[in-house]
């Protein structure tokens, strides 16, 4: 439900080669035309990995993509939400690889800025506002600035979790300096467009104005861009490779930088 992205077709290993059958099915039944979401295989990766870039147990970490995945808000309330949106999108879309990494990261830092850039139907920002309310019962709150150009983007956002948001339809290298020109953020997501100098200025712009701690990522690491800047700024770096279950693409390659915390 989040924008898709162009990644180059060599990176996209067809699962599903030599399936015509299989392919058929997707293309005549499935609703998810040039977005998808499906379920990983390799959760226990994914979180090994977060687990090393936020320095906090695995076992913890697991248990955030679990709580992800159980939660009503992302699960039985996002299915009714959907309603008559159910002759395009899946009545169930399940949390993939970048949902679960963005939910897993809020909950762990609770920042009080939070970031992203690609809104499209507004899946990964319900995700990442259920965390955010989630934060909150704690004592931790949190907002989330949403940069989409389609005005009207987050349809599945309700009401209910739109308290704490705040979608702008502008373009991001206009909107994004004049935004964090007042505040420094704590995680910033890149899901907008995959052109590496695209990438380069909304990801240098949410470095260059991180808090300490603070996770930048983006959905299109096969770039190398976050790579080259975590380098240049003598930042932590991890990567990770969704491996989609029973689905023909071959799933994102996240990349995630992480600031350097104030020492104690």
């Known amino acids: 439900?989040?924008?898709?992205?162009?990644?180059?077709?060599?990176?996209?290993?067809?699962?599903w080669r030599g399936r015509p059958l299989k392919i058929a099915s997707f293309v005549l039944l499935d609703p998810e035309v040039d977005t998808y979401t499906y379920r990983v295989e390799n959760d226990r990766e994914l979180a090994e990995g977060l687990a090393g870039l936020l320095g906090s147990p695995h076992e913890e970490v697991q248990a955030l993509l679990s709580e992800a995945q159980g939660d009503s808000e992302l699960g039985e309330r996002l299915t009714r939400d959907i309603g008559w949106r159910v002759l395009f999108y899946k009545r169930r879309p399940a949390?993939?690889?970048?949902?679960?990494?963005?939910?897993?990261?809020?909950?762990?830092?609770?920042?009080?800025?939070?970031?992203e850039t690609g809104i499209l139907e507004g899946l990964g920002s319900r995700t990442i506002l259920r965390a955010l309310q989630r934060n909150a019962e704690d004592g931790r709150d949190g907002h989330l600035w949403s940069?989409?150009?389609?005005?009207?983007?987050?349809?599945?956002?309700?009401?209910?979790?739109?308290?704490?948001?705040?979608?702008?339809?502008?373009?991001?290298?206009?909107?994004?300096?004049?935004?964090?020109?007042?505040?420094?953020?704590?995680?910033?997501?890149?899901?907008?467009?995959?052109?590496?100098?695209?990438?380069?200025?909304?990801?240098?712009?949410?470095?260059?104005?991180?808090?300490?701690?603070?996770?930048?990522?983006?959905?299109?690491?096969?770039?190398?861009?976050?790579?080259?800047?975590?380098?240049?700024?003598?930042?932590?770096?991890?990567?990770?490779?969704?491996?989609?279950?029973?689905?023909?693409?071959?799933?994102?390659?996240?990349?995630?930088?992480?600031?350097?915390?104030e020492p104690d």
């Open 147 to 261: 940069f989409d150009i389609v005005r009207g983007a987050g349809a599945v956002v309700p009401e209910r979790l739109a308290t704490r948001w705040t979608p702008l339809y502008e373009p991001s290298e206009e909107g994004l300096p004049r935004l964090l020109a007042e505040r420094t953020v704590g995680f910033f997501i890149h899901d907008s467009l995959p052109d590496p100098e695209h990438q380069r200025r909304e990801l240098a712009t949410a470095i260059d104005r991180a808090r300490p701690g603070a996770v930048v990522m983006t959905v299109h690491g096969w770039s190398g861009v976050l790579q080259e800047l975590a380098q240049e700024r003598d930042l932590s770096y991890a990567e990770f490779r969704e491996r989609p279950h029973d689905h023909f693409y071959g799933g994102r390659h996240l990349a995630w930088a992480r600031v350097p915390a």
């Open 95 to 115: 949390l993939d690889g970048h949902h679960l990494s963005a939910y897993a990261i809020v909950r762990t830092l609770g920042p009080e800025v939070a970031v």
């Open 1 to 15: 439900m989040d924008h898709q992205g162009a990644e180059p077709a060599q990176d996209r290993p067809g699962p």
